[in-house]
């Protein structure tokens, strides 16, 4: 303990002086957790494709700054499009399947990993109630890697456009003085460690989706029968893969999901229990009104077809304050053990 404490006050010293309160709040209730034991953990890549590339000129490259030039023939064939994916398998074992976690758009699995603020997210939390848990950099996103190959440009967002996109403060409500920036009353995303999430953004393109899903499934295909776990982009990811694979899904976990599944194929996955989480100011935003209202109708449809749809706005569970990025939250814990309760309640876990 006295090593993990001397870590953290190491940090608070390199650490801006506005976010240092906060930073020494969690570095303590850090240093007071049980440790994690694992009986295993490791990564892997999966999925992917050879591509061929012909006709190009040889080139003379200086790969090191007054190195000797060397030719470089980029013909050839290239392995393209695959997936990263870490995993952690707790000795004291509780889930009955793996629990995967699928992050959102221009985001990386980083997502579930330590927050902003310097706690332990939810890739901790399901590892201490006894998941094995898995936890991936989308195709073309983090250790996964990208090519020049994909259609389109990488996008990025300004440093700014997350506080009102994500919802943590109301539309106009960003200023890059941070004593003018406007939060959401009782909003619980650390406003202080903003900038330490916006260094977490990585490029993402919107013409990948059909390869991001192909790994994914064969992520499924290795690992599964599982729960899945998604949030925002990845939504579209978890209802696609669901509908690939309804034998080897056993649950989704929606949180924030921007679109709902298909409604025409319901039939075949309407045995997969479904739950869907959305945080504050959902309902009146100008944009996630729509957004939610996706999952509204096509909640409404599954249950009409006999299936288990679980839409959650929390604050009308008592658990208020929460952005888009619950999971980054103060409050994340509140979430996660919403979450972990229903998968309990469907047999997923002692």
């Given at each position: 303990?006295?090593?993990?404490?001397?870590?953290?006050?190491?940090?608070?010293?390199?650490?801006?002086?506005?976010?240092q309160?906060?930073?020494a709040?969690?570095?303590?209730?850090?240093?007071?957790?049980?440790?994690?034991?694992?009986?295993?953990?490791?990564?892997?890549?999966?999925g992917?494709?050879?591509?061929?590339?012909t006709?190009?000129?040889?080139?003379e490259?200086?790969?090191?700054?007054?190195?000797?030039?060397?030719?470089?023939d980029?013909?050839?064939?290239y392995?393209?499009?695959?997936?990263?994916?870490?995993?952690?398998?707790?000795?004291?074992?509780?889930?009955?399947?793996?629990?995967?976690?699928?992050h959102?758009?221009?985001?990386?699995?980083?997502?579930?990993?330590t927050?902003?603020?310097?706690?332990?997210?939810?890739?901790?939390y399901f590892?201490?109630?006894?998941?094995?848990?898995?936890?991936?950099?989308?195709?073309?996103?983090?250790?996964?890697?990208?090519?020049?190959?994909?259609?389109?440009?990488?996008?990025?967002?300004?440093?700014?456009d997350?506080?009102?996109?994500?919802r943590?403060?109301?539309?106009?409500?960003?200023?890059?003085?941070?004593?003018?920036?406007?939060?959401?009353?009782?909003?619980?995303?650390?406003?202080?460690?903003?900038?330490?999430?916006?260094?977490?953004?990585?490029p993402?393109?919107?013409?990948?989706?059909?390869?991001?899903?192909?790994?994914?499934?064969e992520?499924?295909?290795?690992?599964?029968?599982?729960?899945?776990l998604?949030?925002?982009?990845?939504?579209?990811?978890?209802?696609?893969?669901?509908?690939?694979?309804?034998?080897?899904v056993?649950?989704?976990?929606?949180?924030?999901?921007?679109?709902?599944?298909?409604?025409?194929?319901?039939?075949?996955?309407?045995?997969?229990?479904?739950?869907v989480?959305?945080?504050?100011?959902?309902?009146?935003?100008?944009?996630?009104?729509?957004?939610?209202?996706?999952?509204?109708?096509?909640?409404?449809?599954?249950?009409?077809?006999?299936?288990?749809?679980?839409?959650v706005?929390?604050?009308?569970?008592?658990i208020k304050?929460?952005?888009?990025?619950?999971?980054?939250?103060?409050?994340s814990?509140?979430?996660?053990?919403?979450?972990?309760?229903?998968?309990?309640?469907?047999?997923?876990?002692?």
């Open positions: 303990m006295r090593r993990l404490l001397t870590s953290a006050l190491l940090v608070l010293a390199a650490a801006p002086a506005f976010a309160v906060a930073f709040q969690v570095a303590f209730a850090q240093a007071k957790k049980e440790p994690i034991a694992l009986r295993d953990m490791g990564s892997f890549h999966i992917g494709r050879i591509i061929e590339i006709g190009q000129p040889v080139k490259v200086v790969f090191t700054p007054g190195g000797v030039p060397a030719k470089v980029p013909n050839g064939r392995q393209v499009e695959q997936m990263y994916v870490q995993y952690f398998l707790p000795q004291n074992r509780k889930g009955k399947l793996p629990l995967l976690l699928w959102g758009g221009g985001l990386s699995g980083v997502t579930y990993e927050k902003p603020d310097g706690g332990d997210g939810w890739m901790h590892i201490r109630k006894g998941w094995d848990t898995y936890v991936s950099d989308a195709m073309e996103r983090g250790r996964s890697g990208w090519t020049s190959t994909f259609k389109g440009e990488a996008m990025a967002l300004p440093f700014g997350p506080w009102e996109r994500f943590m403060g109301p539309p106009g409500s960003w200023n890059d003085d941070p004593a003018k920036r406007v939060s959401y009353p009782g909003m619980q995303f650390p406003a202080e460690a903003y900038p330490q999430f916006m260094k977490q953004g990585v993402r393109w919107v013409t990948t989706d059909n390869e991001i899903v192909k790994a994914y499934i992520l499924v295909d290795k690992v599964c029968p599982c729960a899945i998604v949030h925002s982009q990845s939504g579209t990811f978890g209802y696609k893969v669901l509908e690939a694979r309804p034998d080897k056993k649950a989704l976990v929606a949180v924030e999901p921007t679109v709902g599944g298909d409604k025409n194929k319901i039939a075949s996955v309407k045995n997969t229990p479904i739950t989480i959305i945080g504050d100011n959902a309902k009146e935003h100008p944009r996630w009104k729509n957004i939610r209202q996706n999952s509204v109708g096509y909640g409404e449809a599954f249950k009409a077809a006999g299936g288990s749809f679980d839409l706005d929390l604050p009308d569970a008592g304050g929460n952005s888009h990025m619950v999971m980054m939250d103060k409050n814990d509140q979430v996660a053990d919403l979450i972990q309760k229903w998968l309990v309640s469907k047999g997923l876990s002692d």
